[in-house]
């Protein structure tokens, strides 16, 4: 069973995300895995490695993105792609989403790679135990996001665990 064993607040620079947008129709058996097949096969996160250095933008900001943004009354969107510097160039083919300097609450869940998906909701509820405000953006959509972060996510411990970060942004520090 994954479990969340750290929640902490990261604070980035105004950020570019730069990836290619999906609804929930695009889901193959409930998740979207067959796109991120796609995103290696086509070899569109080799186009944003070469493109930008992501590791400059953060301490994280080499790892994949799985981006979501969900409003009541809305279309849920999960979009793939990187985090890139502010006002980056988009690649032909590509579109983005731009973010103001912000915090993030930020959950390592911790668990067998089939446990650790889907569990935004506790992740959320993790930050508001930590006291941690969860804020939409100026037109009222909640914006959060898995981070494939490498080696915690690539590279399993002795007991065949990974990290998935789950993000979501919150209130500024005052």
């Not at 086509?42 to 400059?56: A, H, R």
């Not at 939409?136 to 998935?164: M, S, V």
């Amino acid at each position: 069973m994954a479990k969340i064993i750290k929640t902490y607040r990261e604070s980035l620079p105004a950020l570019r995300f730069i990836g290619k947008r999906y609804g929930n129709e695009d889901r193959v058996d409930g998740n979207f895995g067959n796109l991120w097949h796609d995103w290696f096969h086509n070899g569109w996160f080799k186009i944003m490695e070469e493109k930008f250095d992501l590791k400059s933008v953060s301490e994280n900001g080499d790892a994949y993105i799985g981006l979501m943004r969900w409003k009541e009354g809305e279309p849920f969107e999960y979009w793939i792609g990187v985090f890139c510097p502010e006002a980056a160039e988009v690649p032909e083919g590509f579109a983005f989403v731009d973010f103001p300097e912000s915090d993030l609450g930020v959950a390592w869940v911790y668990g067998q790679p089939h446990e650790v998906y889907c569990l935004e909701h506790e992740c959320a509820e993790s930050f508001l135990k930590a006291g941690y405000k969860i804020i939409p953006d100026e037109k009222g959509a909640y914006w959060f996001f898995e981070r494939y972060a490498c080696p915690r996510f690539t590279t399993p411990d002795k007991n065949g665990n990974i990290i998935l970060d789950i993000c979501h942004y919150i209130q500024k520090n005052s």
